[in-house]
């Protein structure tokens, strides 16, 4: 069954915990629905993971609704989240729609995600009036490593938890239907899993929330650039791709592949 906005608010109200995985493409996204992940998360990591940037500023929107696109013709029941790039919502709420709806009609994502809190109330309120489902995303927010020095865990001090709990709060009450809580001490998670009646979906921040997301290509051990301490590796697929990589040029180097049977 298609995974909604409803399935989010049932799972918070009944305390069952969701999951959430990146991808990036259609066979990628098949195998994540078929595991029975209630959601796809089309990242702007695809700067890093897919496009090979330092960070996500440069991505751009033809970049999200073009993976965006794939992901949808993959993902039959997993609710495909898609994200907001740098500069598609900051500039103004006009921008702010116009891109959330940008990608709805031609990314077909079923909800979009967009970083800030109390700086950015004001375009959600205005994509979540548009009939668009939204989902927040505060703390480590990697579109502002700029201005935070780096990739650096948030709300270290009081008065910064203060702030990432009051940013949670705005994303709420602006009518978002979850969000996402990353790189943030326990205790703020903790904290503001129990404030909010939207979901919490973390990543580097606690088991306190009421979901997780991860990265695939980080918890599959294929992208070896870093890996933050919040990553547990699942699999080492890197490796079996290596080594597979590896084979094929030997056999092909042998004369031993295409076998005969490969043959027409
Ligand atoms: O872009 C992304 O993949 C994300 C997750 C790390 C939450 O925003």
Redesign the pocket.
């Known amino acids: 069954m298609k995974n909604t906005v409803l399935t989010f608010q049932e799972a918070k109200e009944k305390g069952e915990k969701l999951t959430m995985l990146?991808a990036y493409d259609y066979s990628t996204a098949k195998l994540i629905d078929e595991a029975g992940i209630n959601s796809i998360?089309v990242?702007?990591?695809l700067g890093n993971v897919i496009l090979g940037y330092e960070n996500?500023i440069s991505v751009t929107m033809e970049d999200m609704i073009h993976h965006s696109a794939a992901v949808a013709r993959g993902a039959s029941n997993a609710m495909v989240v898609t994200?907001m790039p740098f500069m598609s919502y900051q500039t103004s709420v006009y921008d702010a729609v116009v891109n959330a709806g940008r990608l709805i009609k031609e990314g077909h994502a079923d909800a979009v995600?967009i970083e800030g809190g109390v700086n950015i109330k004001e375009q959600i309120k205005a994509i979540v009036e548009t009939g668009i489902p939204v989902c927040g995303?505060v703390g480590l927010t990697?579109q502002s490593i700029k201005a935070f020095g780096g990739f650096k865990i948030q709300g270290r001090d009081e008065e910064a938890a203060m702030r990432i709990i009051e940013d949670a709060k705005a994303v709420e009450e602006a009518g978002a239907f979850c969000v996402?809580i990353?790189g943030v001490p326990s205790q703020v998670a903790v904290k503001i899993t129990e404030q909010l009646s939207i979901p919490t979906i973390g990543?580097g921040a606690s088991s306190a929330c009421d979901g997780q997301?991860l990265?695939y290509q980080d918890m599959l051990g294929m992208f070896s650039d870093f890996t933050p301490k919040f990553v547990k590796k699942y699999a080492n697929i890197g490796d079996i791709m290596k080594e597979a990589f590896v084979k094929f040029k030997e056999e092909v180097s042998a004369g031993v592949f295409p076998a005969k049977e490969n043959e027409y």
Request: aromatic share 0%; hydrophobic share 35%; glycine share 6%.
């Open positions: 990146t998360l990242g702007d990591s996500t994200d995600k995303h990697p996402v990353e990543i997301v990265v």
